[in-house]
């Protein structure tokens, strides 16, 4: 069964910094691209950052630009999101979700197929 894990995410103060893991269970996530996602109570689901299979690439909405960095260790089968700078706007349920290749980094939630439980970031003093 393939299986996306996040863990991560919990409380922190603005300007604190928390790194999100996604650990693929079932298959290697080498032959995956990866996409971070986040909602926010009565928003939409929205593409924050992806990385391709090999890592080569990356992307990243506006929003999170300069204070995210995605990063792939396909030796530990995961994925990170190491967020810095954070903004009580950043504060949301962060998903990670797959899809294989050649299927490339897209910013529609129906680019991907598999798609782990979520892990709730909560940025406030």
């Known amino acids: 069964q393939l299986q996306l894990v996040e863990s991560g995410g919990g409380l922190v103060q603005p300007g604190g910094s928390l790194r999100l893991s996604c650990a693929a269970r079932?298959?290697?996530?080498?032959?995956?691209?990866i996409g971070w996602f986040r909602q926010a109570p009565g928003k939409e689901r929205e593409v924050i950052s992806c990385?391709?299979?090999?890592?080569?690439?990356?992307n990243y909405a506006d929003s999170v630009k300069g204070r995210f960095t995605i990063s792939r260790d396909n030796a530990k089968n995961t994925v990170y999101l190491q967020m810095n700078s954070l903004k009580p706007e950043d504060t949301a349920v962060y998903y990670c979700?797959?899809?294989?290749?050649?299927?490339?980094?897209?910013?529609?939630?129906?680019?991907?197929?598999?798609w782990g439980q979520g892990t709730q970031v909560t940025v406030s003093s």
């Open positions: 990385i391709r299979s090999s890592g080569s690439s990356t």
């Open positions: 979700a797959a899809i294989e290749r050649p299927y490339v980094c897209s910013g529609s939630v129906n680019g991907y197929r598999y």
């Open positions: 079932g298959f290697t996530l080498s032959y995956y691209v």
